[in-house]
């Protein structure tokens, strides 16, 4: 059960836009449309922000978006604030009951 | 409003155990899976297992089996989370969290942490 694997840091300016991938393999994300991402800003609990891949739920700016495509998910983030600098997390089913994270990613927004 | 109320830091020494609780209020108790993540001093997020509160039943992510056993108690709806023969790598905060209404792949609510230091 190997994490997910995310890249460790991302960055772009306010009003740009950027995307966080999250491969897995065929045994989770490839295999489920269970993918969801949270994000953290420091010494808090995570915040949903998409589940299901691309959906979002009630309260969540629309500048966060989900994809999937094959193994790999990803998060977009348009019009970056500096209130987006947090890390982030990719969160998928791995089958038989069990759940697996990504790494995270630290968002900076220069 | 639904609140997941975790117990207080803990410090251990190397080869103890800890037990780490996790009270919910206002939903009820044995509709909703809860899950325990961890999440090492500058690491990030670390599934440990779930539990189903109806049931009891239990699932495991494979590095925890053996060390950690997740358990309910209906009666004061509450979790616990017991990790057993701690080394200094299991420092970390621990967080409980409940599963959504809409589906169980996603957290919904989360407990506030429990800070696990292992120091000798």
């Known amino acids: 059960q190997s994490a997910l694997t995310q890249p460790a840091s991302v960055s772009g300016s306010p009003g740009q836009s950027i995307t966080i991938s999250c491969t897995g393999t065929s045994s989770n994300i490839g295999s489920y449309d269970l993918v969801s991402w949270y994000q953290q800003h420091p010494g808090e609990a995570p915040k949903l922000l998409i589940y299901e891949g691309s959906k979002r739920p009630s309260g969540v700016s629309n500048r966060f978006s989900g994809s999937k495509s094959g193994n790999t998910a990803s998060l977009t983030i348009s019009g970056l604030q500096a209130e987006d600098e947090a890390d982030y997390y990719c969160?998928?089913?791995?089958?038989?009951?069990?759940?697996?994270f990504g790494g995270g990613t630290k968002l900076t927004v220069l | 409003q639904v609140q997941l109320v975790q117990s207080g830091t803990e410090v251990k020494k190397p080869g103890a155990s800890v037990k780490v609780s996790c009270k919910t209020s206002?939903?009820?108790?044995?509709?909703?899976?809860v899950h325990w993540v961890r999440q090492a001093p500058g690491q990030g997020l670390e599934w440990m297992g779930l539990i189903n509160p109806s049931s009891g039943g239990t699932s495991y992510a494979q590095k925890f089996r053996g060390t950690v056993t997740m358990t309910r108690d209906t009666s004061t709806s509450t979790f616990h989370m017991e990790l057993s023969s701690l080394r200094s790598e299991d420092t970390a905060v621990y967080y409980c969290?409940?599963?959504?209404?809409?589906?169980?792949?996603?957290?919904?609510?989360w407990g506030q942490g429990t800070l696990v230091t292992v120091s000798s």
């Open positions: 969160y998928s089913y791995a089958g038989s009951s069990t759940w697996v």
């Open positions: 969290a409940r599963v959504s209404e809409y589906s169980s792949s996603f957290f919904d609510y």
């Open positions: 206002g939903y009820t108790f044995t509709s909703y899976d």
